[in-house]
């Protein structure tokens, strides 16, 4: 094992440096530094699999290593290879390579090929990919290569390499360097100790690689620059490029579904004049042509809504959205959502979409219904849980809110039973006891409880039904419970990860409605002012911006296509980011976001 000194000197650097802001060229610095403990010039990997390039004992791996004083160093070096390259008549940059094979075919066509023979009748095969380990040692030398489907090991032979091109070898041993993307051709063999091989009658170096890759035993230690700098997480840390293969299969799965269903996927605005469909604060940008401000989608929801006017009954789109609010482990400004309408449907059809949507999307990528998700088995197979949200407070405080008919009643319940059975963390029932206070209604009061004291204990999938009309300012109302709307929300490992409605079809309705809420926003917003003054002058005005206030208008064309008519319909939206973590067992968004938004 290398000596790993050096190593726990500049990741303990590296970790003091984080306690504060960095530059994105001090980050770099950083990952080059961290990669120093790799080899350099003629880099050898640490032995770390079966394969021989990766075997060999520490006076050997020694004598092909040297180190040098920084990365830049490293780059230097690098640079001059790519020199002598030139003056060899080789470009280190190549257009193209034809290749016959992946690493992983070659694994499975050759895989009865006995040890210790070519496999002369197949004849000779390419391939291409990244060098991860090299050895060599003396006439003979070993590397592994690395491709989108795996790794094969390749077998370099001084005599074999330079009947082809005198002095191939000896270039190779001074110019190849882990990270090289390389081209090989030659056949199949299974060495005496097993290893599947080509045997390498032409090498090529395609792409000359400057910087070197972090150390094979730590990888890249900090999570930060694996998600600022996720090709190269990619290329060195296991599992990540599985995750994003995954990711597509959800998505093509549900695309699939629904067009199999005759939906029609139609591309709605990113640009809007006023951000709906949801309660968030929209990204503003500036439009230089038309001199007006624009606001970026929070939701695909109202366009949608006018394609069922114009006739179409069944459409959906697949899209990005955007929330210029804050950052965590389950939100990222950026995300992906499907959403999707149906004519002559209502949130009970909407269940049975959901349903479908999620056991095939497991299918597709777990190949089973009973899903592992941090430490426990889901069961995505059976029917899921169907319950009120009064049901479930209920069950969890023991108030029953459909009882009361003065606020200050349900009120004073709400906050005796949360001090009772809620502890106190991180300041989460204060909050959550201010929020009651300041209610407005009975049903807002209804919803902080759930929020606060049932979400996170709804771990098996559980559909939450008939929301307050407070908070659901697009749905319909309940046909037979006042007060209520037709809603549910998805919950599964304790998040929200579907929303839908039976679709409020009434423009007179809906325009009540968001003008209330235009009113009651702009209420909130007075009190976040004030708020936002005091703490000015207190001196924590850094936190109060966070909530500052945003303009919210009502959208008036979309009351107009209402008042031409829409049928009755049901909808949906999901989150594909945290159906996608649920599918892949990550706990933190960012991990199935290829690029997430980093400060």
Same mark, same amino acid.
């Given at each position: 094992?290398?000596?790993?000194?050096?190593?726990?000197?500049?990741?303990?650097?590296?970790?003091?440096?984080?306690?504060?802001?960095?530059?994105?060229?001090?980050?770099?610095?950083?990952?080059?530094?961290?990669?120093?403990?790799?080899?350099?010039?003629?880099?050898?990997?640490?032995?770390?699999?079966?394969?021989?390039?990766?075997?060999?004992?520490?006076?050997?791996?020694?004598?092909?290593?040297?180190?040098?004083?920084?990365?830049?160093?490293?780059?230097?070096?690098?640079?001059?290879?790519?020199?002598?390259?030139?003056?060899?008549?080789?470009?280190?940059?190549?257009?193209?390579?034809?290749?016959?094979?992946?690493?992983?075919?070659?694994?499975?066509?050759?895989?009865?090929?006995?040890?210790?023979?070519?496999?002369?009748?197949?004849?000779?095969?390419?391939?291409?990919?990244?060098?991860?380990?090299?050895?060599?040692?003396?006439?003979?030398?070993?590397?592994?290569?690395?491709?989108?489907?795996?790794?094969?090991?390749?077998?370099?032979?001084?005599?074999?390499?330079?009947?082809?091109?005198?002095?191939?070898?000896?270039?190779?041993?001074?110019?190849?360097?882990?990270?090289?993307?390389?081209?090989?051709?030659?056949?199949?063999?299974?060495?005496?100790?097993?290893?599947?091989?080509?045997?390498?009658?032409?090498?090529?170096?395609?792409?000359?690689?400057?910087?070197?890759?972090?150390?094979?035993?730590?990888?890249?230690?900090?999570?930060?620059?694996?998600?600022?700098?996720?090709?190269?997480?990619?290329?060195?840390?296991?599992?990540?490029?599985?995750?994003?293969?995954?990711?597509?299969?959800?998505?093509?799965?549900?695309?699939?579904?629904?067009?199999?269903?005759?939906?029609?996927?139609?591309?709605?605005?990113?640009?809007?004049?006023?951000?709906?469909?949801?309660?968030?604060?929209?990204?503003?940008?500036?439009?230089?042509?038309?001199?007006?401000?624009?606001?970026?989608?929070?939701?695909?929801?109202?366009?949608?809504?006018?394609?069922?006017?114009?006739?179409?009954?069944?459409?959906?789109?697949?899209?990005?959205?955007?929330?210029?609010?804050?950052?965590?482990?389950?939100?990222?400004?950026?995300?992906?959502?499907?959403?999707?309408?149906?004519?002559?449907?209502?949130?009970?059809?909407?269940?049975?979409?959901?349903?479908?949507?999620?056991?095939?999307?497991?299918?597709?990528?777990?190949?089973?219904?009973?899903?592992?998700?941090?430490?426990?088995?889901?069961?995505?197979?059976?029917?899921?849980?169907?319950?009120?949200?009064?049901?479930?407070?209920?069950?969890?405080?023991?108030?029953?809110?459909?009882?009361?008919?003065?606020?200050?009643?349900?009120?004073?319940?709400?906050?005796?039973? &949360? $001090?009772? !059975?809620?502890?106190? %963390?991180?300041? =989460?029932?204060? #909050?959550?006891?201010?929020?009651?206070?300041? @209610?407005?209604?009975?049903?807002?009061?209804?919803?902080?409880?759930?929020?606060?004291?049932?979400?996170?204990?709804?771990?098996?999938?559980?559909?939450?039904?008939?929301?307050?009309?407070?908070?659901?300012?697009?749905?319909?109302?309940?046909?037979?419970?006042?007060?209520?709307?037709?809603?549910?929300?998805?919950?599964?490992?304790?998040?929200?990860?579907?929303?839908?409605?039976?679709?409020?079809?009434?423009?007179?309705?809906?325009?009540?409605? &968001? $003008?209330? !809420?235009?009113?009651? %926003?702009?209420? =909130?917003?007075? #009190?976040?002012?004030?708020?936002?003054?005091? @703490?000015?002058?207190?001196?924590?005005?850094?936190?109060?911006?966070?909530?500052?206030?945003?303009?919210?208008?009502?959208?008036?064309?979309?009351?107009?296509?209402?008042?031409?008519?829409?049928?009755?319909?049901?909808?949906?939206?999901?989150?594909?980011?945290?159906?996608?973590?649920?599918?892949?067992?990550?706990?933190?968004?960012?991990?199935?976001?290829?690029?997430?938004?980093?400060?």
């Amino acid at each position: 094992m290398k000596p790993a000194c050096n190593c726990t000197v500049m990741r303990s650097a590296d970790m003091l440096l984080l306690r504060r802001p960095l530059r994105l060229t001090t980050r770099l610095n950083g990952l080059r530094h961290q990669s120093l403990c790799q080899s350099n010039s003629t880099e050898t990997a640490a032995p770390t699999s079966k394969s021989e390039s990766q075997k060999g004992n520490g006076k050997a791996n020694k004598s092909n290593n040297h180190s040098t004083s920084s990365a830049e160093d490293i780059r230097g070096l690098r640079l001059d290879k790519v020199k002598q390259l030139r003056s060899l008549g080789k470009d280190p940059y190549a257009y193209k390579f034809d290749r016959t094979h992946t690493a992983a075919q070659l694994q499975q066509q050759f895989e009865d090929l006995p040890s210790g023979q070519v496999a002369e009748e197949a004849g000779p095969v390419s391939v291409a990919g990244r060098v991860r380990a090299r050895r060599f040692m003396g006439k003979l030398a070993f590397a592994t290569m690395a491709d989108d489907s795996g790794e094969i090991q390749l077998y370099l032979e001084k005599t074999s390499l330079d009947s082809a091109a005198p002095d191939t070898f000896k270039h190779l041993k001074t110019l190849l360097d882990i990270g090289d993307i390389v081209g090989v051709s030659g056949p199949m063999k299974r060495t005496d100790k097993g290893e599947l091989s080509i045997v390498a009658q032409d090498f090529q170096i395609l792409t000359k690689s400057l910087l070197p890759l972090p150390d094979k035993y730590y990888g890249l230690a900090d999570v930060e620059l694996r998600h600022r700098q996720r090709y190269l997480d990619m290329i060195v840390t296991e599992g990540v490029r599985d995750t994003f293969r995954k990711r597509s299969k959800v998505i093509s799965t549900i695309r699939r579904m629904l067009e199999e269903q005759d939906f029609l996927e139609i591309e709605t605005p990113v640009l809007e004049s006023s951000a709906g469909g949801a309660d968030a604060r929209p990204f503003v940008t500036y439009h230089n042509s038309l001199s007006r401000n624009f606001t970026l989608r929070i939701a695909t929801e109202l366009h949608l809504k006018r394609l069922i006017v114009g006739g179409f009954e069944k459409v959906f789109e697949i899209g990005r959205i955007f929330r210029n609010e804050g950052i965590s482990s389950r939100h990222n400004p950026e995300f992906t959502s499907v959403e999707l309408y149906q004519a002559y449907a209502d949130y009970n059809d909407m269940m049975t979409i959901t349903e479908d949507i999620i056991r095939q999307a497991a299918q597709a990528v777990c190949g089973t219904e009973q899903v592992s998700y941090q430490g426990q088995v889901l069961d995505l197979g059976k029917p899921f849980k169907r319950a009120t949200m009064h049901e479930l407070v209920h069950e969890a405080l023991g108030v029953d809110f459909s009882s009361f008919e003065r606020l200050e009643d349900a009120q004073a319940a709400a906050s005796t039973a &949360l $001090e009772q !059975q809620m502890p106190e %963390h991180d300041g =989460a029932r204060s #909050a959550c006891l201010r929020n009651i206070q300041s @209610a407005a209604s009975i049903g807002q009061v209804l919803a902080e409880c759930f929020e606060s004291a049932v979400e996170t204990t709804l771990q098996q999938p559980t559909f939450v039904l008939d929301f307050p009309v407070e908070i659901s300012p697009l749905a319909k109302p309940h046909r037979t419970k006042p007060g209520l709307v037709e809603r549910f929300e998805l919950y599964i490992a304790g998040r929200e990860l579907a929303n839908s409605f039976s679709e409020l079809t009434d423009p007179v309705e809906q325009r009540r409605r &968001l $003008e209330a !809420q235009v009113v009651a %926003h702009q209420l =909130a917003g007075k #009190a976040a002012s004030e708020a936002q003054a005091q @703490a000015l002058a207190e001196g924590t005005q850094a936190e109060a911006l966070e909530d500052a206030p945003h303009e919210v208008a009502v959208d008036d064309d979309f009351i107009t296509a209402l008042e031409y008519g829409m049928p009755p319909t049901g909808g949906m939206g999901m989150g594909l980011d945290r159906l996608v973590m649920l599918l892949t067992d990550h706990s933190s968004i960012r991990e199935v976001i290829a690029f997430p938004l980093l400060k």
